[in-house]
T-cell receptor, first 114, second 114 residues
Framework: KAGVTQTPRYLIKTRGQQVTLSCSPI?????VSWYQQTPGQGLQFLFE???????NKGNFPGRFSGRQFSNSRSEMNVSTLELGDSALYLC?????????????FGPGTRLTVL | AQSVTQLGSHVSVSEGALVLLRCNYS??????LFWYVQYPNQGLQLLLK??????LVKGINGFEAEFKKSETSFHLTKPSAHMSDAAEYFC????????????FGQGTELSVKP
């Protein structure tokens, strides 16, 4: 099976702009989670979508939003970009075992905000 | 609330030496625990997972980890380090009812000296 794909791999934006990142999960996986990785804060959970519904949400401001389509592909949007939004954004799709999710990560999108 | 603490942000070993990366967790319910590895400019790759079956878990690339409930620990070991093991390692915890939400430790960068 093909792995998790994320597009684009690199993005440069300026403060105040908005950005949309895309994630295509492994075929058959219905859950997609998003994480932000920065040197200072490490890996932080943003949100999870399952069957087109947000199932979990982390502690990020409302500028961060997402959605999932019927084919399980997911997009993440950040509006009114701030310098601190510069990060590696990782998407993970999950294989659902009976009691837990096993997550497979994509290569990430490196966002730089100038 | 769940949390993960990785002791030591940087660990350096000689090639052929024992690798020991420490992880302690906090969880109000029996946890699911994971170790991931990240190579530069890449996403996360699952090394191994604890899902309440055997307490000694074997993973890929010769790594293993032991779940010790009394110590709330899940340390990662490898008997003999190889140069290719140099990377950043993350310990993560999930509670079964949290779906696709992982809480990560701050990461440990492993250096391997020739």
């Amino acid at each position: 099976k093909a792995g998790v794909t994320q597009t684009p791999r690199y993005l440069i934006k300026t403060r105040g702009q908005q950005v949309t990142l895309s994630c295509s999960p492994i075929s058959g996986h219905r859950s997609v989670s998003w994480y932000q990785q920065t040197p200072g804060q490490g890996l932080q959970f943003l949100f999870e979508y399952f069957s087109e519904t947000q199932r979990n949400k982390g502690n990020f401001p409302g500028r961060f939003s997402g959605r999932q389509f019927s084919n399980s592909r997911s997009e993440m949007n950040v509006s009114t970009l701030e310098l601190g939004d510069s990060a590696l954004y990782l998407c993970a799709s999950s294989y659902l075992h009976r009691n837990y999710n096993e997550q497979f990560f994509g290569p990430g999108t490196r966002l730089t905000v100038l | 609330a769940q949390s993960v603490t990785q002791l030591g942000s940087h660990v350096s070993v000689s090639e052929g030496a024992l690798v020991l990366l420490r992880c302690n967790y906090s969880s109000s319910v029996p946890p699911y625990l994971f170790w991931y590895v990240q190579y530069p400019n890449q996403g996360l790759q699952l090394l191994l997972k604890y899902t309440s079956a055997a307490t000694l878990v074997k993973g890929i690339n010769g790594f293993e980890a032991e779940f010790k409930k009394s110590e709330t620990s899940f340390h990662l070991t490898k008997p003999s380090a190889h140069m290719s093991d140099a990377a950043e390692y993350f310990c993560a915890v999930s509670e079964g009812n949290q779906g696709g939400k992982l809480i990560f430790g701050q990461g440990t960068e492993l250096s391997v000296k020739p």
